[in-house]
């Protein structure tokens, strides 16, 4: 069932009848208040964790972008350093954790939210939000899983296939180089 309706004419008569459906009324608007204020404050985390994955990463780009200039070998050289320090943990662990925490809470928040209808049934509004929150949370989930399985993949098929080429063909055009100048 639902909340109860509340009728106009009941409130002139103000009858105990009407004072427990105006409960119950109070007690969900207490309880929808809550759950908003929870959503927007695990919004409110994902937002800043994006903010400091985006700075980090920011950051990141500027000190790659002032070591552009070195040769081809020393930038495959520091690129894999700085991608090995990354899936470590060494390089923007800390915003990747963060971010990955607040996604998983605030797709939580989304999924546990529920109306309660007033009378028998939901309206449209109530029931195209209520989905709406569902399939968000359920994307956010499926999103925060791929990144996942991305980092957890990413040295399998990016950092060793990195690594083998530039031991075995960098290296091998160094070593063949030596002794010669072209400068």
């Given at each position: 069932?639902?909340?109860?309706?509340?009728?106009?004419?009941?409130?002139?008569?103000?009858?105990?009848?009407?004072?427990?459906?105006?409960?119950?009324?109070?007690?969900?608007?207490?309880?929808?208040?809550?759950?908003?204020?929870?959503?927007?404050?695990?919004?409110?985390?994902?937002?800043?964790?994006?903010?400091?994955?985006?700075?980090?990463?920011?950051?990141?780009?500027?000190?790659?972008?002032?070591?552009?200039?070195?040769?081809?070998?020393?930038?495959?050289?520091?690129?894999?350093?700085?991608?090995?320090?990354?899936?470590?943990?060494?390089?923007?662990?800390?915003?990747?954790?963060?971010?990955?925490?607040?996604?998983?809470?605030?797709?939580?928040?989304?999924?546990?939210?529920?109306?309660?209808?007033?009378?028998?049934?939901?309206?449209?509004?109530?029931?195209?939000?209520?989905?709406?929150?569902?399939?968000?949370?359920?994307?956010?989930?499926?999103?925060?899983?791929?990144?996942?399985?991305?980092?957890q993949n990413a040295d399998d098929v990016l950092i060793t296939p990195l690594e083998k080429f530039?031991?075995?063909?960098?290296?091998?055009?160094?070593?063949?180089?030596?002794?010669?100048?072209?400068?």
């Amino acid at each position: 069932m639902g909340l109860p309706t509340l009728e106009f004419s009941d409130a002139f008569l103000d009858s105990p009848d009407f004072r427990d459906r105006l409960k119950c009324h109070e007690i969900e608007l207490e309880r929808t208040n809550k759950f908003i204020k929870e959503l927007i404050k695990d919004g409110n985390s994902l937002i800043g964790a994006l903010k400091k994955l985006h700075d980090g990463y920011t950051s990141f780009q500027t000190r790659r972008a002032l070591s552009s200039q070195l040769r081809l070998f020393s930038l495959l050289s520091l690129t894999d350093e700085c991608l090995k320090a990354s899936l470590k943990g060494d390089l923007m662990s800390k915003p990747l954790t963060d971010l990955s925490v607040a996604v998983q809470k605030f797709s939580q928040s989304l999924q546990e939210f529920q109306f309660e209808c007033i009378g028998d049934a939901e309206t449209d509004d109530e029931v195209n939000i209520a989905q709406s929150f569902k399939e968000l949370s359920q994307l956010l989930s499926s999103v925060e899983e791929e990144r996942r399985r991305l980092i957890q993949n990413a040295d399998d098929v990016l950092i060793t296939p990195l690594e083998k080429f530039r031991k075995e063909q960098i290296g091998a055009a160094k070593t063949s180089k030596q002794g010669l100048i072209f400068y």
